[in-house]
């Protein structure tokens, strides 16, 4: 009786370490495979945090990802903390390792939250920089770049806090709109009013544009072609100088130049005094070009009209290369049926003298729009 009795305890030890052996086994080839993968994987990136609201969800996420998740001791956590925060938000949080290691780190991450990661804290900060920033030109592609890759940010961020309505109010969309180069004004407001025309409310997350460009045309600067009615931007004008001469010429209005040109004829026409002017040009097929020109005040108006619009600092080049047949007539504007009972004055006009850019944007206000 004993002996069996010994025996089942054997056994049953013997089981028993059985077990044992094969769960330590897999233990330690689980803890072989991450120590494998931690080798092999890139040294995660830590990132800092100098106080600003913008940078404070991103510096939070990478924060538990890499050090809170990985070490479970306060005091630790803490001393990573201060280490990775600099500036202003190193010296609000720095003093928290004067108080116990679990309430030290509490207090400090309380205190960085309350300071930098409020959600209307960050919200507010992100439509700050959107809506304050300067007004882009037509020609600065890099600037364009960035202002859509902080909206992109801007999305991403306030959609995550719940914020997304703060954005889409109409005097944010105002600001961020005259941020925008003229001709990217004017596609936004035309692609608004069809929003809203639709029975939809324009937002800023989702911008989108229409009709395509086949037949390219001498004022296109940044597209592979125009339609007809970038034609009618070519326009025939009254010009007059300072010294009451005038002359007629051909104007372009181009809403994607960021400077008034003239060329240097229509100077020698007007007979005005004029001062020199040094400056760079970039156009599509060249950049930084050295000009040496003329700097004068102009003022324009349409042959048939009445209303004159100031030019101001119109520098002159030695010639525009623009040429007089890109210009709409009569025949071209019949292709729009919206556009029947407009009328465009003949003249025995040649040239084209005059380009007026976004520098002068009362002569690219419309008076009266049809569709």
């Given at each position: 009786m004993n002996i069996n009795n010994s025996t089942q305890g054997i056994s049953a030890q013997s089981g028993f370490s059985d077990v044992s052996v094969s769960s330590i086994d897999s233990a330690f080839q689980r803890l072989a495979s991450t120590?494998?993968?931690?080798?092999?994987?890139?040294?995660?990136?830590?990132?800092?945090?100098?106080?600003?609201?913008?940078?404070?969800?991103?510096?939070?996420?990478?924060?538990?990802?890499?050090?809170?998740?990985?070490?479970?001791?306060?005091s630790l956590r803490l001393n990573y903390l201060i280490q990775y925060c600099r500036g202003e938000a190193k010296c609000c949080v720095e003093d928290c390792v004067l108080l116990d290691s679990d309430e030290g780190y509490k207090r400090a991450r309380a205190i960085l939250y309350s300071r930098y990661g409020r959600p209307h804290v960050i919200a507010r900060s992100?439509?700050?920089?959107?809506?304050?920033?300067?007004?882009?030109?037509?020609?600065?592609?890099?600037?364009?770049?960035?202002?859509?890759?902080?909206?992109?940010?801007?999305?991403?961020?306030?959609?995550?806090?719940?914020?997304?309505?703060?954005?889409?109010?109409?005097?944010?969309?105002?600001?961020?709109?005259?941020?925008?180069?003229?001709?990217?004004?004017?596609?936004?407001?035309?692609?608004?009013?069809?929003?809203?025309?639709?029975?939809?409310?324009?937002?800023?997350?989702?911008?989108?544009?229409?009709?395509?460009?086949?037949?390219?045309?001498?004022?296109?600067?940044?597209?592979?072609?125009?339609m007809i009615k970038n034609c009618l931007g070519i326009i025939p004008v009254l010009v007059k100088g300072r010294n009451g001469n005038s002359c007629k010429t051909f104007a372009l209005l181009d809403d994607r130049a960021d400077k008034t040109l003239c060329d240097e004829r229509l100077l020698q026409k007007l007979n005005i005094a004029s001062k020199p002017v040094t400056f760079e040009m970039s156009t599509v097929s060249s950049s930084g070009s050295t000009i040496h020109g003329q700097e004068v005040d102009l003022q324009v108006k349409a042959i048939d009209g009445n209303d004159n619009v100031s030019l101001e600092k119109v520098w002159s080049v030695k010639k525009l290369p623009i040429s007089a047949r890109s210009a709409a007539e009569n025949v071209d504007i019949r292709k729009l049926p919206y556009l029947a009972d407009i009328q465009i004055p003949s003249t025995d006009l040649t040239e084209v003298m005059l380009l007026i850019g976004t520098d002068s944007p009362n002569a690219h206000i419309p008076l009266d729009k049809v569709r």
């Open positions: 120590l494998h993968e931690g080798f092999n994987l890139p040294k995660p990136e830590l990132l800092t945090f100098n106080g600003t609201p913008l940078d404070y969800s991103k510096f939070i996420r990478n924060f538990e990802t890499n050090i809170e998740g990985r070490i479970s001791d306060n992100f439509i700050a920089k959107l809506v304050s920033g300067a007004q882009i030109k037509a020609s600065d592609i890099e600037g364009l770049s960035k202002l859509a890759l902080e909206m992109q940010k801007c999305e991403i961020t306030l959609s995550q806090l719940g914020f997304n309505s703060d954005i889409d109010n109409s005097e944010n969309l105002r600001c961020i709109v005259k941020r925008l180069p003229m001709h990217m004004r004017t596609r936004w407001v035309d692609i608004a009013h069809s929003i809203s025309e639709s029975g939809r409310e324009p937002r800023w997350s989702k911008p989108g544009f229409d009709h395509a460009a086949t037949q390219p045309s001498v004022n296109c600067t940044a597209t592979k072609g125009s």
